[in-house]
Each structure stands twice: as structure tokens, then as C-alpha cells.
């Protein structure tokens, strides 16, 4: 037996002698040197070319370096005398190379003896060449050799400088062969050395390079039976089997950490073998799938699949194991997925919240950081849905993270946990929570950090905490001993954008809800202009919050007047021409607020902003409509900015929005008044305000059904005030709006003869429904609150006639909508929900909405609001076809349909054969220009009621729904109705 290895060795240098000769001393000759060609100046003879793998070096993966890449310049040799074992490697290598089978072999037996992981000797195996002969017995015949190759290098590869040795000598073509074997112990060494090896980059490349890939994938695909039984209830070959899997999925999780494999893994159907592994009984087998499956999910078309393929909930299911790395991949897994909303959603169905919550209570989660990063982070990402941060309350998470702000703690640690307390924040139950448990204090001093995630975190826990006035006192402390405003803006200084944008955002709220707020700002010195340098950026959502920042900080006039000293003016002017909707929506108000101060808005004109600013009214957003009308407002304070504005054509834009749906526009339109203003104009169909003051009011509103504010009731309300001396007209019809309702706090509720509609009586009148989800909102419709007999809580929803044809066709006088409490109605038309949400309000909890929608995206909306009022029912299908929801639904008591298709009254008869009861009821709205656009409506209306008629639908009512809806009826009859009685 060879002698062992030494354990106390204490040598100063490692000593490699020389080899051992094998034949005499030659002695030896000096070459002739060659000839030289006269023409070319190179040597006679052939011409050596070394080639390299071109594709393999120059090919990029954008990935991070290799494991331990840098590790071998802080290395040191060690201390070993091996001179002794040299002599006997060199004869073992030696006689490896006779070629003799059962030699190699004896060696690579006796090889083995050594240890191996031994760097001094891993290096004497280099030195004499031992790598390459192992390599090369790895593509001989011989399955010994090649078992007993394979079983050396295992051991060897623990080193990253063999590692990367053994790869310039081509171990990795070999190995991809190997994979190929049909012998599965050669497999499975095979695939546990790839793993190893795949650590290196080069490796990844030409794993992927040479077609490892599919290769790898289809070594792993085994039986389910396998899986899903026991190790010790396997047999023999089911034992193997399940072997040669765990080594592929080891370099799965290896090989994954490249892009480029990533997107390969998925187009070979990875996902599918990762479903399938998720469900095994193999805790070996599941670690690593479960770590290519974290890496993975870095792409989101692996994201998106694996929601498709229910894996999430396999996620949350292994969270649960008492593995350590198991628990770690999983709560990567979360912390990558959940960044899709829907994702966040399925963790919190599949019961994953509790299970982070406890282990970030856990104290062995808190000493293995690397665990601790990938729970802290996988509550961040699910707390950005509001559902979850309910869920999270309940285990009171904000107490547990706060422990973990401190100043020594990991720093992707210390990121993950705030990022999850400005979500928690969100929340006002929260804010308190985290100023009771002393964690404002320590996230200000985190504020000295130099960790950039970090610091783009924090500021948003202030920005949420800053609108608490008990949080607010603490972050700016009268003693300034914490001192949080001056540190937050100090970050307005920072290279990185990210953290000036989110700086910017968090001083919006601490400047607005702090005591003396005006000093504080002018206290900060150079704060101002430091703020309005930020306004030379190339960034819009850093100009963005900037903007929202200057807009605050010009609510008081000796800092408006600091800021117009340091050109705050021309600044904002130079950026009216960027397209950025978050941009504008800032940039308008801190234009409108900059008016106030000198001239301000005469040199605006001057720079001539205002032509662009109207251009801003073509806008869909209604942040961008609300700012520019306020812009509009101050702008026109002066004359000629006035003239600028009526040659932009900006009166049409105004009336236009004074008609808007969204209240807060209306009002902002409202106040626009230039020149002692345009002609007032009446409320928006029926609702809205009056125009601003002008001259003569035009003509009155037409009929309305209970008044909407002032102006378009019935008749007409009043005009616009009196302007220019011209008499006060009477308000004209105005466009598409109404707003929404404005409580008092003498608000009497009174039931509409329409059972389940109700009238809310007070300053304005409204029609309300009694809201079945208390607290909750569909569409951003008003809700008032009123006190029961009893003292409790009784909350109604506003239902706007603009936006919802009933409730137009019951304002108008309807005789019946046939829709009481209990009963059960098919909705055909229901779009996103908004009179679906009203009708389920009206037949209350007792009865049953079939809502059919068509549209998709229509469809997903519709099946949110379904996940609240569980008295609908979605059906995501087309009405002309009602054979294919006929298994989903009874009869009904009633249908409404608003499909505004051609062939509606075709539609409506054809769901009415299947699911209409005999003297069941039907309510249809007609749209005039949807049938025949050329016709007049009332011909329209007329030919339709004719075909109701012909499919055994009898008409009993119709109304059209002016002022709400233009060219609209509403036609109310019954199915089938019982014959009369003959006297």
C-alpha cells in the first residue's frame, strides 16, 4: 500500500523535484536554424496557425463573473511536503500513459488513496500531467477507466484552479458524452462533476455552445412513479433513475445563472419538468429544481409560465420544509415572482404570507443571512398589494421588521426591510405601529448610509410616515437632534436618480404637513437652489418629482421669491415641451403656484409657455387636465397671456372640461375665468356646475331626473353669474359629465319606489344603492355614510346616470325595472362592472347577477369586482352565443341587456329562449346609431320594438334617456306573458 498522507506537515515551501528519468542521458545537439525566405522574411516550411473557438471566447452572456474567479489571487500555497507521495503520483501517472487497462485502472485505485482535496497535491498532479491523462481516459471504451477517472476528478474539481484547468483541457465535451452513456453510475458521476465544474462561466458557455442543454433535460425526465414514491421504496434501477435526476437538476441550478441558458431552458419546456419535480417526495431532488427555479424567474416569460403552471403554489408549499436551502430558494423564488401582482395574489391564496411572517420572527433565520435576505425580500415585493398588507397586519409584521433596523445588519437585509415598511406604510395603522416600536429613529440614522438600495428606500417610508402628524413632529424634531427633513434633502445631492427622485417625493409631504413649515424650508441653506438645479436634469421622473417639489415649496411667498431669484421660471419653461404625462401633471402645477410672485406670470408669457400648455388639454390624464386648468387659472391673470390663450382656441377646451366625469377637473375648470370670462354654459348634462361668469347664459338644460348639482335639472338651473354687465341667462345643455356628489352632514336616505334604489336627500340630491361591500369601491364612485336606528353604519354608493343607463332610465320615470331584492337577473353587456356592481347592490345578497361580458379585458375587471360582491357571477363569453354559458346558470327572473350590437334585439330574444322564465321580464337599452347610423332614432327604436315583438317579447314601456345619453331608449317589457282571462 502507497504511504499516507502526512497530517502534521511543516514544511516552509512545497518542493517539487525533477522526474525521475526513464532512459539514458542524451546528450544534446543545438538545432540548425531554418531558412529564411528572402520574399516573405518567415521561415521555410509549413505554417503553424493556431486556431481558437472563436465563438466560445468572443460569445457574451451578460452574466456576473464565476464563483470564486478572484480566489486564486488570495490564495496561498500550502505548507506541505509531498516529496515523498511525488515519486509514487509520478509512477502512478507513468504507468496510466503504458496503456495498459488493468495498470490505469490499479492506479486510479491507488490514486485515490491520497486526499485528493489536498491543494499542494492537486497541484503535483498538475504539474506531471495527471489532469490531461485523466481527462483523456474519460473518452476511452473502457468502462472502468472511465467510472474510476470520473471518481478521481470528483474529488479533484473541488478546487476552482483545477476546475478552470481541467476545462482548457476540453473536460466538458467529454462529460456532455459521458451524459450520453448507457451505464448510469457513469451518468451520474458524470452529471455531478458538470455541476461542479458549471460554476465556472466558460464552462456555462460551452455546455450550452456544444448542446448540454436538451441533453441534460432529457436525461431528467423520468417516470412520475418515481417521484412520488419514497427512496427506500424504490427499487434497484428506480434508485438510479432517480440519481441521474438529482445530478441533472444539480447542473440545471448551476448552469442557470446564464441569460442566454435561461431563455434555452425555457424554450426546452423546462417549466414543465420543474411542475412535475415540485410535486416529488425528493427533498435531494427538489433543492436544486427549486434553485433553477429562482434563477429563472429573473425572466418574465418564465414569471408568466410559471403562473400558468400553478408552481407558486408549489412554492409556498416547500417553504414550509425544514431545509434550510430549500427554504432560501423558495423565498427568492417569491421574492423575483412577486413583482406581478397577480403572482403577490396567488402567494397570499396558497397561504404563503403566515409562513414568511413566522420565519422572519425565527431567530436561526436571523443568524443564516443569506436566508434572511431572501424572506426579507420576499415580503417586500408581496407587500405591494394592499390584500396582502391586510394579511400581513394580522401577524403584525411591522413590529417583527423593526428589530432588524439596525446599523451592523446586511445591508440587502436592511433594503429588503424597508422596502417592505414603505409598502406597509401605505397603510395608516402602520405608520403608528412603526412610531410606537421606535422605528422612525433608526431608519433616520440609516439615512448616513452609502448602500444605494437602500437609500432609495427609505425616503418612501418617510414620504408615507411625513403625513402622520405625531411621525411628522419626529422626523423633524424641534431639538434637531435626529434631523430627518435636513438628511432627506441632503440626498437631493446624490449621483444616482433614482434616490433625488424618491428624495424629492418624500420632501412633498414633510414640507406640506410640518409645523412652520415655511421656516424649516428657508432653514436648509442652499436647499432652494440646490432644489432648482435639479431642474437641469436629463431625467423626467427626477424633473417629475422636482416639479412636485417646487409646487409645495411656492405655497409660500418669500420662498416663491427665493426661488424666482435663483431662475426658477425660465427653468420650468424650458421643459413645457417634453412628452411625459407624470412630467406635465407637476410641471403645470408648479408653473400655476410660480404665478403668484412679481411678474412671474407675465415673463411665463413671456417665454411663451402658454401655447404649449393648451396643447396639454388633448390629454386623457386627469392629473395632467386638473393641473393645466389651475395652470390656466394664475396664467391668466395676465391680459396678454389671456389673448395668447383665446388665439390657442383654449374656450372650446374649457367647456369641454367643465363637462368632465372626473370632479376635481370640473372644479378646476370651473375657476378658469380669463378676461372676465367666456359665456357660461350650464352643468353638464344635468349635472356639473354652472360656467364661470361671462356674458349671457345660453339656453337651459334639457330634462333631467334629480339634479346633479347646479344647473341641467329640470329645465334648466341657473347660468353662469353675471359678467360684462350682460344679463344672467338661464345654463345651457351641457357636455358629458355630472360629477359626483358632494355629502353634508343632514344627509336623509329615502327609498325610491323601485325596491332596492334609494334617494340620498341633503344639499344635492343623488340616487344611491345600499352598498353590499361596505367600505369598498367599484368604479371611484362617492359613497355616503349614514346613521341607522341603531347607531351603526349604513353606507350607500352614489350611481351616476352618466356613466350607467338604468340609473338614467330610472331618473328619467321609469314605471319598473323589475329587479327586487332576491331576485335573479342575466346581464348581457356588463363590461368592466359599473352597473353590474348597482344591480348586485339591488337584489341584494339574496339574489344573483349573471354577468356576460365578452371582452377579455373588460372580463378581467369585471371578475374583481365579482371577487367582492359574490352575488355575481362573471361569464367571460360571447351573448350571441348562449349554448356555451348554459351549463353556468339557471332562469331568470329578468334580463338587461346593453350589448349595443346590430342585432341586440336578436340577442336578447335568443338568451330569452334559454334562460328567461315565462313572464319573466326584460330591460334593453337601444343605441340609435349602433342599428342604423343614418336613420332618425326614433325609426331606429320603432323597427326594433317590431322584432321584440316577433320573438314573443311584448314591449310595455320605452323612454329615451336625454339628458344622459343622446340618440339612447330604454325599452321595458315581458317574455311570453300568460294569456288573459277571458271575462
Not at 435636513?486 to 414633510?510: E, F
Not at 432644489?531 to 422636482?546: F, G, Q, W, Y
Given at each position: 500500500m502507497p504511504p499516507k498522507k502526512k497530517k502534521d506537515e511543516t514544511a516552509a515551501d512545497t518542493f517539487i523535484p525533477e522526474f525521475e528519468p526513464d532512459v539514458s542521458e542524451i546528450t544534446e545537439i543545438d538545432p540548425q536554424k531554418p531558412l529564411i525566405s528572402i520574399v516573405t522574411g518567415e521561415p521555410f516550411g509549413p505554417k503553424i496557425c493556431y486556431v481558437t473557438e472563436k465563438e466560445e471566447d468572443e460569445s457574451s452572456d451578460d452574466e456576473p463573473e464565476s464563483e470564486g474567479d478572484d480566489d486564486v489571487r488570495f490564495l496561498k500555497t500550502e505548507v506541505s511536503d509531498v516529496s515523498s507521495e511525488f515519486w509514487i503520483m509520478q509512477k502512478l501517472i507513468k504507468y496510466m500513459k503504458a496503456g495498459n487497462q488493468t495498470a490505469t485502472i490499479i492506479s486510479l485505485c491507488l490514486l485515490k488513496d491520497y486526499d485528493l482535496t489536498n491543494r499542494a497535491i492537486q497541484k503535483t498532479i498538475e504539474k506531471i500531467g495527471g489532469l490531461e491523462i485523466l481527462v483523456n481516459l474519460l473518452e476511452t471504451k473502457d468502462m472502468k477507466c472511465q467510472n474510476g477517472s470520473l471518481s478521481v476528478l470528483l474529488l479533484i474539481v473541488t478546487s476552482g484552479e483545477m476546475r478552470r484547468a481541467l476545462i482548457d483541457y476540453g473536460i466538458v465535451s467529454s462529460l456532455i458524452q459521458l451524459l450520453k452513456h448507457p451505464v448510469r453510475d457513469i451518468q451520474i458521476l458524470a452529471a455531478e462533476i458538470m455541476a461542479i465544474i458549471a460554476r465556472v462561466r466558460k464552462a456555462r458557455k460551452q455546455i450550452r455552445i456544444r448542446g448540454g442543454v436538451p441533453l441534460i433535460l432529457d436525461i431528467m425526465d423520468i417516470p412520475d412513479n418515481v417521484l412520488l414514491h419514497s427512496f427506500d421504496e424504490l427499487n434497484n434501477v428506480q434508485k438510479e433513475l432517480i440519481s441521474v435526476a438529482i445530478g441533472g437538476a444539480k447542473v440545471l441550478n448551476s448552469i442557470a445563472k446564464s441569460p442566454k441558458i435561461k431563455a434555452e431552458l425555457h424554450k426546452h419546456g423546462v417549466v414543465q419538468l420543474m411542475a412535475r419535480f415540485l410535486k416529488s417526495v425528493h427533498t435531494n431532488l427538489i433543492i436544486p429544481i427549486m434553485g433553477t427555479v429562482q434563477q429563472c424567474a429573473d425572466l418574465a416569460v418564465c414569471r408568466f409560465s410559471f403562473e400558468q403552471m400553478d408552481i407558486i403554489a408549489d412554492i409556498v408549499y416547500h417553504l414550509k420544509n425544514e431545509d434550510m436551502k430549500l427554504k432560501e430558494n423558495c423565498a427568492l423564488a417569491i421574492f423575483k415572482c412577486a413583482v406581478n401582482k397577480i403572482t403577490s395574489n396567488m402567494v397570499r391564496e396558497a397561504g404563503g404570507l403566515d409562513p414568511l411572517c413566522k420565519l422572519i420572527r425565527d431567530e436561526n433565520v436571523h443568524a443564516n443571512k443569506h436566508l434572511l435576505v431572501a424572506v426579507t425580500g420576499a415580503i417586500w415585493k408581496c407587500a405591494v398589494c394592499p390584500e396582502n398588507v391586510k394579511r400581513f397586519n394580522q401577524n403584525n409584521l411591522v413590529a417583527s421588521l423593526v428589530p432588524l433596523l439596525q446599523e451592523n445588519e446586511e445591508e440587502d437585509v436592511l433594503s429588503n426591510v424597508v422596502g417592505a415598511l414603505a409598502e406597509c406604510c401605505k397603510d395608516p395603522v402602520n405608520r403608528d405601529i412603526l412610531r410606537t416600536h421606535e422605528g422612525l429613529p433608526k431608519l433616520i440614522k440609516l439615512l448616513s448610509s452609502t448602500y444605494e438600495p437602500l437609500l432609495q428606500n427609505i425616503p418612501l417610508v418617510m414620504k408615507e410616515c411625513a403625513e402622520n402628524t405625531q411621525c411628522m413632529d419626529i422626523i423633524n424634531d424641534p431639538g434637531h437632534k435626529l434631523d430627518g427633513?435636513?438628511?432627506?434633502?441632503?440626498?437631493?445631492?446624490?449621483?444616482?436618480?433614482?434616490?433625488?427622485?424618491?428624495?424629492?417625493?418624500?420632501?412633498?409631504?414633510?414640507?406640506?404637513?410640518?409645523?412652520?413649515?415655511?421656516?424649516?424650508?428657508?432653514?436648509?441653506?442652499?436647499?432652494?437652489?440646490?432644489?432648482?438645479?435639479?431642474?437641469?436634469?436629463?431625467?423626467?421622473?427626477?424633473?417629475?418629482?422636482?416639479?412636485?417639489?417646487?409646487?409645495?415649496?411656492?405655497?409660500?411667498p418669500e420662498n416663491l421669491g427665493i426661488l424666482t431669484d435663483h431662475g426658477v421660471v425660465s427653468k420650468l419653461a424650458c421643459l413645457a415641451k417634453i412628452e411625459n404625462e407624470d412630467l406635465r401633471a407637476n410641471l403645470t402645477l408648479a408653473i400655476a403656484y410660480c404665478c403668484e410672485w412679481g411678474d412671474n406670470s407675465s415673463e411665463f408669457g413671456k417665454l411663451k409657455i402658454v401655447a404649449p400648455l393648451v396643447g396639454y388639454m388633448n390629454s386623457k390624464n386627469k392629473a395632467v387636465l386638473k393641473g393645466v386648468c389651475i395652470a390656466m387659472y394664475h396664467l391668466s391673470k395676465d391680459p396678454i397671456n389671456c389673448v395668447t390663450m383665446h388665439n390657442c382656441g383654449i374656450i372650446k377646451h374649457m367647456l369641454r372640461l367643465i363637462g368632465s366625469e372626473d370632479p376635481e377637473v370640473q372644479i378646476a375648470a370651473a375657476r378658469f375665468s380669463p378676461g372676465g370670462g367666456f359665456r357660461g354654459r350650464g352643468g353638464g348634462r344635468g349635472g356639473g356646475r354652472g360656467g364661470g361668469g361671462g356674458g349671457g347664459g345660453g339656453r337651459g338644460g334639457g330634462r333631467g331626473g334629480s339634479s346633479f348639482g347646479r344647473g341641467g335639472g329640470r329645465g334648466g338651473g341657473r347660468g353662469g353669474g353675471r359678467g360684462g354687465g350682460t344679463p344672467r341667462g338661464r345654463g345651457g345643455r351641457g357636455g358629458r359629465g355630472g360629477g359626483g356628489f358632494k355629502g353634508g352632514k343632514t344627509v336623509i336616505i329615502e327609498p325610491h319606489r323601485h325596491e332596492g334604489v334609494f334617494i340620498a336627500r341633503g344639499k344635492e340630491d343623488a340616487l344611491v344603492t345600499l352598498n353590499l361591500v361596505p367600505g369598498s369601491e367599484v368604479y371611484g364612485e362617492k359613497r355616503i355614510s349614514v346613521e341607522g336606528e341603531n347607531g351603526e353604519k349604513i353606507e350607500y354608493r352614489v350611481w351616476n346616470p352618466f356613466r350607467s343607463k338604468l340609473a338614467a332610465a330610472i331618473l328619467g320615470g321609469v314605471d319598473q325595472i323589475h329587479m327586487p331584492p332576491g331576485s335573479k337577473v342575466l346581464y348581457l353587456g356588463a363590461a368592466s362592472g359599473t352597473t353590474v356592481s348597482h344591480v348586485a347592490d339591488v337584489v341584494g345578497p339574496e339574489g344573483l347577477v349573471y354577468a356576460v361580458e365578452f371582452s377579455h379585458r373588460s372580463g378581467r375587471d369585471l371578475i374583481n369586482v365579482a371577487k367582492k360582491r359574490t352575488n355575481i357571477i362573471p361569464i367571460i363569453e360571447d351573448a350571441r352565443h348562449p349554448h356555451k354559458y348554459r351549463m353556468l346558470m339557471g332562469m331568470v327572473d329578468t334580463i338587461f341587456a346593453d350589448v349595443a350590437q346590430p342585432d341586440q334585439a336578436r340577442i336578447v330574444a335568443l338568451n330569452a329562449q334559454y334562460f328567461l322564465k315565462n313572464g319573466g321580464h326584460f330591460v334593453i337599452s337601444i343605441k340609435a346609431s349602433c342599428i342604423d347610423s343614418t336613420a332618425q332614432p326614433e325609426a331606429v327604436f320603432a323597427s326594433e320594438v317590431k322584432k321584440l315583438i316577433a320573438d314573443k317579447l311584448k314591449p310595455q314601456e320605452q323612454i329615451t334617456l336625454e339628458p344622459y345619453e343622446r340618440d339612447h331608449a330604454v325599452v321595458v317589457g315581458v317574455f311570453r306573458p300568460p294569456p288573459k282571462k277571458s271575462i
Open positions: 427633513v435636513r438628511l432627506i434633502w441632503s440626498l437631493l445631492k446624490h449621483p444616482n436618480d433614482i434616490i433625488k427622485t424618491n428624495a424629492c417625493l418624500a420632501l412633498v409631504p414633510c414640507i406640506k404637513y410640518a409645523k412652520d413649515s415655511p421656516e424649516m424650508v428657508r432653514a436648509f441653506v442652499g436647499g432652494l437652489e440646490l432644489t432648482v438645479s435639479l431642474l437641469d436634469s436629463t431625467n423626467p421622473k427626477v424633473l417629475s418629482a422636482v416639479c412636485a417639489t417646487i409646487a409645495v415649496i411656492a405655497l409660500d
